[in-house]
């Protein structure tokens, strides 16, 4: 029985309408009632107050933010966006496997259409994770923070990836979880000694997140180096990049569970979509913003279709538009097989387009540069 699960709806607003900045609130009370609906005792469960929550939920991304005040922000009518939810124990995957979502959502009193599940991150257990072969302790370890992130800290909030603390987070996961706990205190120290900061290149924000209050977080890039000296610590090597892989799935810092420390893999500083700060704002025609990654399909797409005019015009857009996808998710740090779950296509198409796409782009620039 699989143990971790990542699945992603994409949401269209039928018609624009504003939230207030904490609106995480409602996809959170959403997502409970929907397990409440068909099972309580489930609901109850990862509704009470525990060590660790066995679930996280994102905010909206990828999608536009317009800022209309100090407490309001404009969703567009006609935008979509993706709502990223994992589970990360046996009971709560087994559900998000079976769940059926209606057609739309009610965000607190508005309503937005569903307009398609997929598999998000694949189904795996801890031990896969486990058993997964690791690379060298001298390569490095790269994590992407797309939204605010934030870990509590003698009782106040750190806005900084320290090491030891970070890997501290994923930890505690791991033993809450986890087929077998590892002593916190020993990893806490191996990390100290043997993992440092290589770069970085990360922005701190305060937001609206959960129930109370706000949280100053940060997002980002960063990049960490295991010393040489580490090499004889074989089964910290193989747990730091479990934990590693363990990351998308669960999250970074607190309030996961109402869209904070949404991780992914790879060095990717632009690939942002962080929780909106709303400020004074009122411009007379909106115009809704392009994620990062949007962006990076399109330019990637109007350069392919040059190269495939022979197969005709429709038919050369999508093929065109099928490979800046792949590219541009594999450029955002998405595994093949996550992009193959993601697109609902073989994983051996997806790898070829890849290696096609990646092929022609090296051939324009090469081409460009000459």
């Known amino acids: 029985m699989s143990s971790l699960i990542g699945l992603s709806l994409t949401l269209r607003i039928p018609k624009a309408f504003t939230v207030p900045p904490q609106y995480t609130t409602g996809l959170h009370s959403w997502f409970l009632n929907q397990v409440r609906l068909s099972n309580p005792a489930l609901s109850q469960y990862m509704h009470d107050e525990q060590a660790e929550k066995p679930f996280t939920l994102s905010g909206l991304l990828d999608g536009a933010f317009l800022p209309q005040s100090d407490r309001s922000l404009l969703l567009p009518s006609d935008q979509t966006y993706s709502w990223i939810i994992t589970g990360l124990n046996p009971e709560v995957t087994a559900w998000l ?56 800290h003698h009782g106040n909030h750190l806005p900084l990836p320290m090491p030891d603390i970070l890997f501290q987070s994923y930890l505690r996961r791991w033993n809450c979880f986890a087929p077998f706990e590892v002593n916190k205190t020993d990893f806490k120290q191996w990390v100290s000694e043997h993992v440092v900061i290589a770069r970085h290149t990360l922005q701190s924000s305060k937001v609206q997140a959960g129930k109370q209050g706000s949280v100053t977080g940060f997002t980002g890039a960063i990049q960490f180096h295991i010393t040489s000296k580490a090499k004889a610590d074989r089964d910290y090597v193989r747990l730091i990049y479990t934990l590693e892989h363990l990351a998308p799935y669960c999250g970074t810092g607190h309030k996961t569970t109402f869209g904070l420390g949404q991780t992914r893999l790879g060095w990717n500083p632009t690939l942002q979509s962080p929780l909106p700060t709303p400020h004074s704002h009122n411009p007379s025609k909106p115009k809704p913003e392009i994620s990062p990654i949007q962006r990076r399909i399109t330019e990637l797409t109007e350069l392919f279709i040059t190269t495939k005019k022979r197969q005709g015009g429709d038919r050369a857009r999508r093929s065109a538009e099928q490979w800046a996808t792949i590219l541009a998710r594999r450029e955002s740090g998405e595994s093949i097989t996550e992009i193959a779950a993601g697109l609902d296509m073989n994983y051996e198409t997806v790898k070829k387009y890849y290696t096609l796409a990646n092929r022609t782009l090296q051939k324009i620039e090469d081409a460009q540069n000459s």
Do not use: G, M, V
């Open 97 to 152: 496997q079976s769940w059926q979502p209606p057609d739309t959502l009610k965000l607190l009193s508005h309503t937005l259409a569903i307009d398609s599940l997929s598999i998000y991150y694949p189904a795996t257990t801890y031990d896969q994770l486990w058993n997964t072969p690791a690379p060298r302790p001298s390569e490095s370890l790269c994590f992407t923070f797309l939204t605010p992130t934030s870990f509590r």
